[in-house]
RNA sequence: GGCGGGAUAGCCAAGUGGUAAGGCCGAGGUCUGCAAAACCUCUAUCGCGGGUUCGAUUCCCGCUCCCGCCUCCA
């Protein structure tokens, strides 16, 4: 497949350097707390781009990590009462929970920090015999900047700039250049017992380093792809890769994918705006995981997405989660109308298009919905795989096709979604209980309808109607609704 | 100031040097007692001003707005 690249700022072929297996790593939270939409377009996107290379024939090898400490994990477990490693497990957990619903693939490994501070250290330790960093004062140690000569190339900062920005908030004068970046920070009271030795005292892994360190233990020296959020690009994906090609001596990674920001309302989420959302919020309003998803790949992954939350009355209803739940809705159907061309001859093969099963699937039988896929595999366009999934929607006539047609038509349907990570919602859902009162009005007009009393029926329908419920007739029965 | 991304119908959002996918919402229609569903149809000259070209929304220049990064951040 073809992939944006920020380092060469060009669309290039992806091709695993073994020959075999994709590899490739990406930045994933630090968890001190639930991860928000805008976290999760990135770890969606990244999974799209992971399907989309495994059902394209290529196996994967995913890394992504977890930031477990840092300033905020030790500040906010402290003031939880509890030690560093229950509350990052208790927000880890929390976020499985998150990537399960919004149906994302578990990456092969997931490291933590905390649990690599030898491979850490041997890092720093090869930095220092380098002569690219240096001990301060109070037991820290720096990454010399100026001793790496391509430093800049990805972001495309050159060092004059970095210092203007860097000069005014810089309060690290054990530094000797304010661009010197912590590698290792020596210990404070404040860090509690969140401190670890090392050849140069007591203290805790800088940022940057756990990914350098974690890649080459995962991935080796060089490797496929290394991603995250656009915001990373500089300084952390920047460090990391002076970190890693100055220890080594060769490129840290031949990609670099990078996900541009989520907008919510037209402007930056934040939390003092009010418009800072996570899944549970989401889920409260009566929407799902799979709905969000819909939503975080409605536009291509180097645009700006706009979240729409608020209506135009500024209420919070979430269009843009309305607007995913229904086109998901019209998939569904056509779903459901391509099955039923062919299970009553053929039983139900429903359990032969599990994500393993499609991965083998021949591009001759993915149907109409081939070019969907296509889609994907140039530069992960996900909108436009979207828009080709509806036109073949639209083109589909389930009831002229044969039985064996419609059955690579669904195929094809589903290997698409497979590669969106979208379910297929049941249509026939049921989305809240029904209240025994609302279920016998129905009962009655069912009745009426039945006995041809169009009077009577109307006017339960209407009483339905006040209390909020939606009745909607079909051939062998009914189906009752939440209005709205 | 530097780096980068935007500006396409009511909303969301693709795309192409030859007069613009798709989704949501809305309107009209077919159908079914009604309603719903389904299906059909309809709704944009692509921020502004120049330039290149037979022809630009698509290339170039300028401008105006918006957003991100340059400090922790997906």
Redesign the pocket.
């Known amino acids: 497949m073809k992939l944006h690249d920020t380092l060469s700022r060009t669309v290039r072929d992806l091709r695993p350097r073994d020959g075999r297996t994709f590899r490739f790593y990406c ?1 994933g ?2 968890v001190y707390g639930p991860a928000h939409i ?2 999760f ?2 770890f969606v996107l990244q999974d799209v781009f992971r399907r989309t290379i495994e059902l394209s024939g290529v196996p994967t090898r995913h890394v992504r990590n977890l930031t477990d400490v840092d300033d905020k994990t030790i500040r906010d477990s402290q003031a939880a009462g509890q030690t560093l490693v229950e509350f990052t497990r208790h927000w880890t957990e929390r976020f499985h929970e998150d990537c399960a619903k919004l149906n994302l693939l578990p990456p092969h490994e997931e490291p933590g920090a905390v649990g690599h501070i030898p491979q850490q250290i041997a890092l720093i330790e090869a930095l220092m015999e380098k002569g690219h960093a240096y001990r301060s004062e109070d037991g820290s140690v720096y990454y010399k900047v100026s001793s790496f000569g391509e430093y800049g190339k990805l ?3 050159d060092r004059r ?2 210092r ?3 000069a ?2 810089d309060d690290e004068y054990e530094k000797d250049s304010v661009a010197d970046f912590a590698l290792w920070k020596a210990r404070k009271p404040e860090d509690g017992d969140n401190w670890w030795d090392s050849p140069w005292g007591p203290g805790r892994p800088g ?1 940057h380093l756990e990914c350098s360190a974690m890649c080459r233990e995962y991935l080796g020296e060089t490797f496929d792809l290394h991603s ?9 994906h920047e460090n990391e890769i002076a970190q890693s090609e100055a220890a080594t001596g060769h490129p840290m990674a031949d990609h670099w994918f990078h ?5 919510v309302d ?4 934040s939390k003092s705006l009010g418009n800072f959302h996570t899944l549970d919020q989401i889920e409260a309003a009566g929407f799902t995981g799979n709905d969000l998803r819909y939503a975080l790949i ?3 992954y ?5 979240f ?1 939350a608020r209506d135009k009355e500024g209420k919070e209803s979430f ?2 989660l ?2 995913a739940r ?2 998901l809705e ?1 998939i569904a ?2 779903d459901a109308a391509l099955r039923e061309r062919f299970e009553t001859q053929q039983g139900t093969v429903a359990d032969s298009t599990g994500y393993d099963q499609l991965r083998a699937l021949p591009e001759a039988d993915r149907g109409a919905f081939a070019p969907a896929f296509e889609a994907l595999l140039n530069d992960l ?1 996900t ?2 795989a ?2 080709r999934v ?2 073949a929607i ?1 083109e589909g006539k389930p009831a002229e096709l044969s039985p064996d047609e419609a059955l690579r038509e669904w195929r094809g349907l589903r290997f698409v979604m497979e590669a969106l990570g979208l379910r297929v919602p049941e249509p026939d859902r049921e989305s809240a209980e029904i209240p025994e009162a609302v279920r016998a009005l129905a009962e009655k007009r069912w009745a009426a ?1 039945a006995a041809k009393d ?1 009077a009577t ?2 006017s339960l ?1 209407a009483e339905l109607g006040e209390l909020g419920w939606e ?4 051939r062998e029965g009914y189906e009752l609704a939440p209005k709205g």
């Open positions: 930045c939270p630090t805008g976290n377009r990135t972001s495309h900062l700039e970095l203007l920005g860097a005014v908030a940022w995250g959020g656009v915001d990373l690009i500089f300084p952390h996900l541009t920001h989520l907008l037209g402007g930056k989420m409605s536009a291509h180097r645009q700006p997405l706009n729409v269009p843009s309305a607007g229904q086109a019209r159907k056509f366009n909108p436009d979207l828009g509806f036109s639209r309808r169009w029926a109307d329908r009745m909607k007739d079909g």
